[in-house]
């Protein structure tokens, strides 16, 4: 292509000339930095000055939104690695950046989920991971979450009805959707509490997630709506974010529910347990498809109730509503035992101790089996069932067998 007219050089152009003007020069090209053998090499770049405390603070609110520079992002985040109040606060500011998105329904592009695994893939493993213990009550919250975003104002009102097992009764408790959302808040207070966050029933609630969940109901003057999912949603979001910067030793904080207590990392799973539940309870209740938790995460969950079920089995026993002890063992010692059998995702075989919580299950003394489907026995579990209904296949001393459904019917609570 031709240039502009008249501004082009000849063989002998301006700059040729002896009164012309020294020429501006132009942009370097790569040959430019080739210098010749006779040059020094230029002096090795001064190391960057660490950039200050205040500086990398000021930048979070611009981190939170992605628009930092590259650099600045890189710097933000290798000082989050080192300092746990800004990374607190880097968390703060994600979350409420979050909430100045609109609701979407879900029905998403069946492109996305290959999209977000080939990014997820390709970024680094994130620098303050959730406790492999409290993975199940991240995953559950942030589905019922999902369900309770895609729902119409109208759908929060649909009663629900609430089943668990009260001795030898079957018990159920009517409420609506909002009212099952506040019930799992206030008995998730029991955890903030230990964590030594804020109880949303109050200083002075009971610790009896029956007693706390009625007082809860009691305490508005009308039903609740769809208003208690915010400080739900804020709530569980805070009990991961504390756990995922406390640290190892906290697994084993004692958490009560008045009768009894369970470690951190237990109470962690029974409330992903019972968050689990309540969603399915929801979803029939508005119609909505829903599936169990992730196989892994299943697991977990049967397990934290074979360990919990010699304890359940003794309380029945002091109760009179289970058969005396037959063989008593010293403690450590193996015992008569149950062999239970659960099958599907997340299934397993667990060997239940029957005379004491002190004794130890094992195979060869194995006196009575059961098998059941996975989410067959979580429905037991949380008092869906009844006993006499849940097993699949039953083999050995009848009366062990029935005081082990029972047991873990005795779980179940409101």
């Not at 090499?41 to 001064?46: A, E, L, N």
């Not at 406390?246 to 990392?265: D, H, I, N, Q, T």
């Not at 109470?267 to 689990?276: G, K, P, Q, Y």
């Not at 397990?303 to 919990?308: M, P, Q, V, W």
């Amino acid at each position: 292509m031709n240039g502009p007219q008249g501004g082009g050089h000849g063989p002998e152009g301006p700059d040729d000339r002896p009164d012309a003007a020294p020429r501006i020069p132009g942009p370097r090209a790569a040959g430019d930095d080739l210098a010749p053998p006779d040059v020094l090499p230029s002096p090795p770049p001064v190391p960057a000055e660490p950039v200050p405390h205040g500086v990398l603070k000021s930048l979070l609110g611009a981190w939170a939104l992605a628009a930092c520079s590259a650099e600045e992002t890189a710097a933000v985040e290798d000082h989050l690695t080192g300092c746990a109040p800004c990374a607190e606060e880097a968390l703060r500011l994600r979350d409420a950046v979050a909430l100045l998105h609109t609701d979407r329904d879900l029905d998403l592009d069946p492109l996305l989920r290959s999209r977000v695994l080939e990014n997820c893939l390709g970024r680094r493993p994130a620098r303050i991971p959730v406790p492999a213990w409290a993975t199940a009550y991240d995953a559950e919250t942030a589905r019922l979450d999902a369900l309770l975003r895609d729902i119409g104002d109208s759908e929060w009102h649909a009663p629900v009805r609430l089943k668990w097992f009260a001795g030898e009764e079957a018990v159920n408790r009517k409420t609506t959707v909002a009212g099952v959302i506040g019930h799992l808040m206030t008995v998730d207070g029991l955890v903030a509490s230990a964590l030594g966050l804020d109880d949303p029933a109050g200083s002075d609630a009971p610790t009896s997630p029956a007693e706390r969940t009625e007082r809860y109901w009691r305490s508005g003057y009308r039903p609740p709506t769809r208003r208690v999912r915010e400080p739900w949603r804020q709530q569980s979001h805070a009990l991961v974010r504390t756990v995922s910067f406390a640290g190892r030793g906290v697994s084993e904080l004692s958490v009560s529910y008045g009768e009894f207590a369970l470690p951190l990392r237990d109470s962690m799973l029974d409330r992903a347990f019972e968050c689990w539940v309540h969603a399915d309870d929801i979803a029939n209740a508005v119609a909505y498809p829903y599936d169990p938790p992730s196989a892994s995460h299943l697991h977990h969950m049967i397990d934290l109730a074979a360990r919990l079920l010699p304890a359940a089995l003794a309380d029945r026993r002091r109760a009179g509503l289970a058969a005396p002890a037959r063989h008593l063992v010293t403690a450590g010692s193996p015992g008569r035992t149950l062999h239970l059998e659960v099958e599907g995702a997340g299934g397993g075989n667990w060997y239940i101790a029957l005379d004491s919580p002190a004794a130890v299950g094992d195979p060869d003394h194995t006196v009575a089996q059961v098998a059941l489907d996975s989410v067959e026995f979580c429905q037991l579990v949380a008092g869906h069932v009844p006993p006499a209904e849940a097993a699949a296949g039953q083999d050995g001393d009848r009366e062990a067998i029935r005081d082990v459904l029972s047991a873990a019917a005795s779980l179940s609570r409101l």
